[in-house]
């Protein structure tokens, strides 16, 4: 039972983690692990994900950790399937245009439009907080949907 | 009247406390039971509102004090609940 709290530690945030979690290790001691101590533990953890963050002193978040947040890293993700998509495509198919719109352009086009929620919300969420680092995040968000863009342009697709 | 911040604010207003003791001292007082992950999960969003602050640097079994600010959000609080406590009081008697 004394290790089921250790696990359940990892459901918090690193920085919480060291600035509480010898504390908050001490009191399960001090209290007895219980199955209702581990529902609690994982409960709060659940609540200080939502209601908290960490302190100015740790540094804003950089680039690289907006671009971590799902809204961040998502549209970067599915351009580089739309990408893949297209490159499938020409090694399976060739660079002819299709009489028809196949299934890799349905894809292509899902993959597209279906970026555009998180890239909506990415830059109404951090760009008012976060500035300059949120806009740098939205021009690599930009500059994926143009790489996705440009074969089917060049292609004229 | 569960809401585990009022009852820590209410804690630390007795004086400096660490984790066991705030336990003890709310269930002693309010007769609620707070686990350990919704006392430090408290403690957490009061330091970082600057209402409670930890005393020392170190430690295992860190006290922390009320604020002055604190103080003033807990005054405020138990102004704003203690008419609601009054008038139901008051009503449960005459009922």
């Keep these: 039972m004394k290790r089921v709290p250790r696990v359940v530690y990892r459901l918090y945030p690193t920085w919480w983690l060291d600035r509480y979690g010898d504390e908050l290790d001490a009191l399960v001691e001090d209290t007895g692990a219980s199955w209702s101590t581990v529902a609690d533990l994982a409960f709060a953890a659940l609540v200080v994900r939502v209601q908290q963050r960490a302190p100015a002193a740790a540094g804003p978040p950089t680039i690289r950790d907006l671009l971590w947040r799902p809204s961040g890293f998502v549209p970067v993700a599915m351009s580089a399937c739309a990408l893949a998509v297209i490159a499938i495509h020409i090694l399976t198919s060739g660079v002819a245009p299709q009489a028809d719109e196949g299934p890799a352009a349905h894809l292509w086009q899902l993959l597209m439009a279906g970026q555009l929620p998180f890239i909506a919300w990415f830059a109404l969420r951090w760009v008012p907080e976060r500035g300059r680092r949120a806009m740098a995040v939205s021009a690599i968000h930009a500059g994926a949907i143009a790489a996705a863009l440009f074969p089917v342009w060049y292609l004229k697709w | ?95």
């Design chain 2, 1 to 95: 009247m569960s809401d585990p911040t009022l009852l820590i604010l209410a804690s630390l207003a007795g004086g400096q406390k660490h984790g066991y003791a705030m336990l003890t001292d709310v269930a002693e007082f309010s007769g609620v039971a707070l686990g350990p992950g919704t006392l430090y999960g408290a403690i957490g969003r009061l330091e970082q509102e600057g209402l409670i602050e930890a005393v020392g640097s170190t430690g295992r079994r860190r006290p922390y004090r009320i604020t002055a600010r604190g103080r003033k959000h807990l005054e405020a609080q138990v102004a704003a609940l203690a008419p609601i406590i009054r008038v139901s009081a008051r009503r449960l008697r005459n009922a």
